[in-house]
């Protein structure tokens, strides 16, 4: 079987592990690893200040506490994303308003922002959809003009670029993943990045139960979000990699490209202008003119040993939220379509090209076939 994702784990990463539980570095509370690795990623993102956490669903929890958003709070969304970034939202008590697909890009359409605001809007929470970055400039103009605070999505993102600019450095903050699918992994784990030295002062804090002095009597209401150390230990091992990874990456969706390219009823991810996508993973969609179901294409992947994921089931169709007031009611066409016509490839940097020239072969078999 050919998974959808396989991360690279090497001598550099176990020795790294192992150093830091040499070192007594168990929890996030103790030694030097931990914060070296929050200084080399934000650096690296170009950001002051990182801050990191047991996940990136906890990242997105961190980011949205440390604003006071809450009750009576509206904040917008990509409504096609995993639905930890919508989660953040609802368990703060405030309303998710999502926000529905672009076609070329499958990112939030920012031409559907103005009409979803309303004085109770309080933020923006774009997701660079699969590692291709959203118009930023774009973004943040509308989000300074009505005040909006921003929280990056960056989860699929990490290296991504917009106009020579790093995703993640753009928002007031921004929230990484490194769980095992991602650019790089610590197993679990995450990131809050911000340049902001009040917000970072304030992520920390909320973090770690919100400890001041005395220890044990509490200002705050906090949360116990750590990273161990560990993990970060191995996250640095990780970070010395990126650029290979990333490489491996736009390897693969070249790859992808040149068998899949010329196959009708197929739409490819796109790179738009002045972007560095980096394929968090390698999504298609199929059409009524590709002659079979995206579901039918799916299937026959697997039984020819091929893994494959659909794309994310919108927010506005989430049976969690359907009865919830904390769902804004909004006609999402797009993201819906992405949800039945899409699906994802095998997206692992260390693919080969005959590993690509296999899965495209099985592609274009069934695309044969169903023209015959």
């Not at 929890?61 to 096609?80: C, F, K, M, Q, R």
């Not at 004085?119 to 909006?148: E, Q």
């Not at 679990?188 to 919100?210: I, Q, S």
Request: a neutral charge; proline letters at 5%.
């Amino acid at each position: 079987m050919i998974p959808v994702f396989e991360p690279e784990i090497g001598t550099e990463e176990i020795e790294a592990v192992v150093g830091a539980l040499k070192r007594g570095e168990i929890s996030g509370s103790f030694g030097d690893t931990l914060p070296e690795f929050e200084n080399r990623f934000a650096r690296y993102v170009g950001c002051k200040h990182g801050v990191a956490v047991s996940s990136g669903t906890t990242a997105l929890h961190l980011a949205v506490a440390a604003t006071d958003i809450g009750p009576g709070d509206e904040v917008l969304l990509s409504s096609s994303t995993n639905i930890a970034t919508a989660l953040a939202v609802y368990h703060h008590g405030a309303t998710i308003v999502p926000v529905d697909s672009e076609r070329k890009t499958w990112n939030l359409d920012l031409s559907q922002l103005e009409k979803l605001l309303t004085p109770k809007t309080r933020a923006i929470l774009p997701v660079h959809l699969f590692g291709c970055p959203i118009d930023m400039d774009r973004l943040m103009s509308f989000a300074r003009a009505h005040k909006l605070i921003v929280i990056e999505d960056c989860a699929e993102s990490h290296g991504a670029t917009w106009n020579g600019r790093m995703t993640g450095s753009f928002g007031d903050m921004s929230c990484f993943s490194f769980y095992a699918n991602k650019i790089i992994t610590t197993g679990e784990g995450g990131m809050v990045c911000t340049n902001d030295d009040a917000l970072a002062e304030k992520l920390r804090l909320l973090r770690n139960l919100a400890f001041t002095k005395p220890r044990f009597r509490h200002q705050s209401a906090g949360f116990n979000f750590r990273m161990t150390g560990f993990q970060a230990a191995m996250g640095l091992a990780q970070l010395q990699k990126i650029e290979r990874f990333i490489d491996g990456k736009r390897q693969m969706a070249a790859w992808y490209q040149k068998y899949l390219g010329d196959v009708p009823g197929l739409q490819l991810p796109q790179e738009p202008t002045g972007t560095r996508h980096v394929y968090w993973m390698y999504g298609i969609l199929v059409d009524k003119s590709f002659g079979k179901s995206r579901d039918s294409l799916m299937a026959q992947l697997q039984a020819n040993g091929v893994e494959t994921r659909t794309f994310f089931c919108p927010m506005s169709d989430q049976p969690c939220f359907e009865d919830s007031s904390l769902l804004k009611k909004v006609a999402c066409p797009v993201a819906d379509d992405l949800w039945q016509r899409g699906l994802y490839l095998p997206s692992s940097p260390s693919l080969t090209e005959k590993n690509i020239q296999f899965i495209s072969s099985v592609i274009q078999e069934r695309s044969l076939k169903a023209a015959a």
